[in-house]
């Protein structure tokens, strides 16, 4: 599929709005992201980010943040022009709107996170314009927060909804000050155990949450969420070193691999066919199956806690530590 971009609007000083036409319709469910693939000095680059658009919109946006040392997200701030054309591949990812179609919600989200939370909120209103709803959006200052007018609009066209911002420095008038903890949130939504919690946001925040969460007695099975950035090799075990090599065999194709590879980097190196778009733990297409006790993960991304247990990994967030057998999906 090939995509036009018709308008970039700057929504924050580091977040801009992508809209573009497709020359076919693409079927996704709201929540879910686009694989873009961008060509940078003459090599295609895949990253997948969350549309902010709901099907029947005549346009797909994508919002994007840029990061520091960010390849495509730089990119695309410093170059990307109206008219210019990008390569997609299908929509995917498994947070988006199952979970939002029915019950009261919770809607959390910080920073570029509330991107699929926003394509969720758009689509259950459309849906059901009653529904009991609070959404509670932190951000680091008044200018930082993503889609306050349109947030705004919804919140006052649906009396059902509430619109809580978190604004850590300079809030103002109608925002709350400070950060988001279990008291704040309790405060916000005393029925919490009642709802369907539905967050996107930094690793940090996340980790945050699942601990108010528990806090305050809420069911985990009622909780449903997706890192926006890959969780850091800090907080997982230390890289096998750069000497130790092992073996990785694919059907009947075995390819080398050194303590410094993900598991990706060696199979591509050894021209295995092996699709990834975000290259950073978060959208699981690269998944794989293999050994679960011979793998240093630095994320698990989308996978189920079944997936996990029958030893699926994601290749671009994986490193081996003894020759394994790796099945591609």
């Known amino acids: 599929m090939q995509l036009t971009c018709t308008e970039i609007r700057a929504e924050t000083h580091d977040v801009n709005t992508y809209l573009f036409e497709s ?10 992201f686009l694989p873009l693939q961008v060509e940078i000095d003459g090599d295609s680059h895949s990253r997948c980010y969350s549309l902010a658009s709901i099907p029947g919109d005549n346009r797909y946006a994508l ?5 520091s040392g960010g390849l495509v997200s730089n990119y695309l701030a410093d170059n990307a022009r109206v008219g210019d054309n990008f390569a997609t591949l299908s ?33 259950r209103l459309q849906a059901d314009p009653d529904a009991d709803i609070v959404f509670v959006h932190s951000a680091r200052t008044p200018a930082d927060r993503i889609f306050p007018r349109e947030l705004e609009q919804l919140a006052q066209a649906h009396p059902n909804l509430r619109l809580c911002w978190v604004v850590s420095e300079g809030a103002e008038s109608g925002q709350l000050d400070g950060q988001l903890d279990a008291r ?3 405060s916000l939504t005393t029925d919490i155990r009642e709802r369907t919690i539905l967050m996107c946001g930094p690793q940090g925040y996340m980790e945050a949450a699942h601990g108010w969460f528990d806090a305050l007695g809420v069911d985990p099975e009622r909780v449903f969420h997706e ?9 997982g075990p230390e890289p096998a070193s750069e000497g130790a090599g092992h073996t990785l065999t694919v059907a ?21 066919p092996i699709f990834a778009a975000c290259r950073a733990g978060v959208c699981g297409s690269c998944k794989c199956k293999g050994d679960g006790e011979k793998l240093e993960r630095t994320s698990v991304g989308p996978l ?3 997936e996990l247990e029958e030893g699926y990994f994601l290749a671009c967030a994986s490193r081996v530590t003894g020759d394994m057998q790796v099945t591609l999906p």
């Open 23 to 32: 020359d076919q319709p693409i079927d996704f469910i709201p929540g879910q």
């Open 63 to 67: 919002t994007i943040k840029r990061v």
């Open 91 to 123: 929509a995917g990812g498994e947070f988006h709107y199952q979970y939002a179609q029915q019950g009261k919600l919770l809607m959390l989200s910080a920073g570029c996170g509330i991107t699929p939370v926003y394509s969720m909120l758009r689509a």
């Open 184 to 186: 704040l949130l309790l």
């Open 227 to 235: 890192m926006f950035a890959p969780v850091s090799g800090d907080n």
């Open 252 to 272: 009947d194709k075995a390819v080398n691999i050194d303590g410094s590879q993900t598991v990706l980097e060696a199979l591509e190196a050894g021209g295995l």
């Open 304 to 306: 189920t806690p079944q």
